[in-house]
């Protein structure tokens, strides 16, 4: 079975530029999750789509950062424009359902802002 | 607001020593509870989970989590660790009922050979 894909590994940018992250996650998973993590410290959850429907954003700086999740499978995740308090690690995660299921993450995509 | 606690930041071992990693969370309801670990270079995934039933969990590589619900507490314990359990470890909680999981800061595991 294949993981949940993410890309590109690793972006640096200079700050209010622009970025964008791509997620793909495990074929029949409808919950999709992308999370943001600061160096030493846990996951944040950013926004989560069931399907191709926002259940969760309360935590996402929407002024800057964006997300869709077009036909309920692939999500792209983007900043604009970016600031250095961005710089972190952006997870990708799917599960099954939602409540309380087993969360699959991808590699995360390493985002330095200059 | 929930909050979930991971007492140490850092933990170092020999081999074969005994593992204790605490975990704390603030909720009074009822409440599913994770462990995720990620080892160097790899993904998240997830260690062990307790949803209801006994309240020792068992999960892969020989850890064990028990979930204390008069101390609030979901510590992690492996009686006997190696080298490759190396890795950081999250504890996470989420309300029963709702959907978002609420993570622990992590505690890093190093294991001397």
């Known amino acids: 079975e294949a993981g949940v894909a993410q890309s590109p590994r690793y972006k640096i940018i200079e700050k209010r530029q622009s970025v964008a992250f791509w997620c793909n996650p495990i074929?029949?998973?409808?919950?999709l999750y992308w999370y943001q993590q600061i160096l030493g410290q846990g996951p944040k959850l950013l926004i989560q789509?069931?399907?191709?429907?926002?259940?969760?954003d309360s935590q996402l700086p929407k002024d800057r950062f964006s997300a869709e999740r077009l036909k309920g499978v692939d999500s792209t995740l983007k900043i604009q424009p970016a600031k250095l308090e961005d710089s972190a690690v952006y997870l990708c995660a799917s599960s099954l359902a939602g409540v309380g299921e087993t969360q699959y993450f991808g590699p995360g995509t390493r985002l330095l802002v200059l | 607001a929930q909050s979930v606690s991971q007492h140490n930041h850092h933990v170092i071992l020999s081999e074969a020593a005994s593992l204790e990693l605490g975990c704390n969370y603030s909720?009074?309801?009822?409440?599913?509870l994770f462990w995720y670990v990620q080892y160097p270079g790899q993904h998240l995934q997830l260690l062990l989970k307790?949803?209801?039933?006994d309240p020792l969990v068992k999960g892969i590589k020989g850890f064990e989590a028990e979930f204390i619900k008069s101390k609030f507490s979901f510590n992690l314990r492996k009686p006997s660790v190696q080298w490759s359990d190396t890795a950081e470890y999250f504890c996470?909680?989420?309300?029963?009922?709702?959907?978002?999981?609420?993570w622990g800061a992590g505690t890093k595991l190093i294991i001397k050979p």
């Open positions: 307790y949803f209801s039933g």
């Open positions: 074929s029949g998973h409808a919950t």
């Open positions: 789509f069931q399907n191709n429907g926002v259940v969760d």
């Open positions: 996470a909680v989420t309300p029963r009922g709702n959907y978002q999981l609420i």
């Open positions: 909720y009074g309801g009822t409440v599913n």
